[in-house]
């Protein structure tokens, strides 16, 4: 299997192009990965939940996370990790960024549904904003 480090430019290329990704967090030795939807604005994976459960919980003990995403074509496989400090906010300036962030990516919804501005204002939810310290990315063949 021929295995190689990929570029910064290709690991934010493969981070703007995926949906979903998975969010890793860790609490007393224990690890935790949760499939979500993201954005990548600059330098900063964006994503959002409710405000509470399990994965705020540990984030607010521990918010060092990394989030990973990957990609098969065929034979060829590529996958990025970021390293950053999950800062978590349910302000209308968060919320703000993160609608405007999906909305110019395509990703406007979920289930089939569209949100407006309006409707996403009055919304309780967590926006994540996780800032990249360290990114590394490989790509193979299998």
Not at 56 to 73: G, K, M, P, T, Y
């Given at each position: 299997?021929?295995?190689?480090?990929?570029s910064?430019?290709?690991?934010?290329?493969?981070?703007?192009?995926?949906?979903?990704?998975?969010?890793?967090?860790?609490?007393?030795?224990?690890?935790?990965?949760i499939p979500?939807?993201?954005?990548y604005?600059?330098?900063?994976?964006?994503?959002?939940?409710?405000?509470?459960g399990?994965?705020?919980?540990?984030?607010?003990?521990?918010?060092?996370?990394?989030f990973?995403?990957?990609?098969?074509?065929?034979?060829?496989?590529?996958?990025?990790?970021?390293?950053?400090?999950?800062?978590?906010?349910?302000?209308?300036?968060?919320?703000?960024?993160?609608?405007?962030?999906f909305?110019?990516?395509?990703?406007?919804?979920?289930g089939?549904?569209?949100?407006?501005?309006?409707?996403?204002?009055?919304?309780e939810?967590?926006?994540?904003?996780?800032?990249?310290?360290?990114?590394?990315?490989?790509?193979?063949?299998?």
């Amino acid at each position: 299997m021929n295995v190689r480090e990929m570029s910064m430019d290709e690991c934010e290329d493969l981070l703007r192009r995926c949906r979903y990704g998975r969010l890793a967090l860790s609490y007393e030795d224990r690890p935790y990965v949760i499939p979500m939807s993201y954005v990548y604005v600059d330098n900063t994976v964006i994503l959002h939940s409710r405000p509470s459960g399990k994965k705020i919980e540990i984030a607010r003990r521990n918010s060092n996370v990394c989030f990973e995403v990957d990609e098969l074509e065929g034979q060829r496989w590529r996958s990025v990790i970021v390293y950053g400090r999950a800062e978590l906010s349910g302000s209308q300036e968060s919320k703000r960024r993160m609608f405007d962030a999906f909305m110019k990516s395509g990703i406007g919804g979920h289930g089939g549904k569209i949100f407006t501005w309006e409707m996403l204002e009055r919304m309780e939810m967590c926006v994540w904003e996780i800032k990249a310290f360290e990114m590394t990315g490989r790509e193979g063949i299998w």
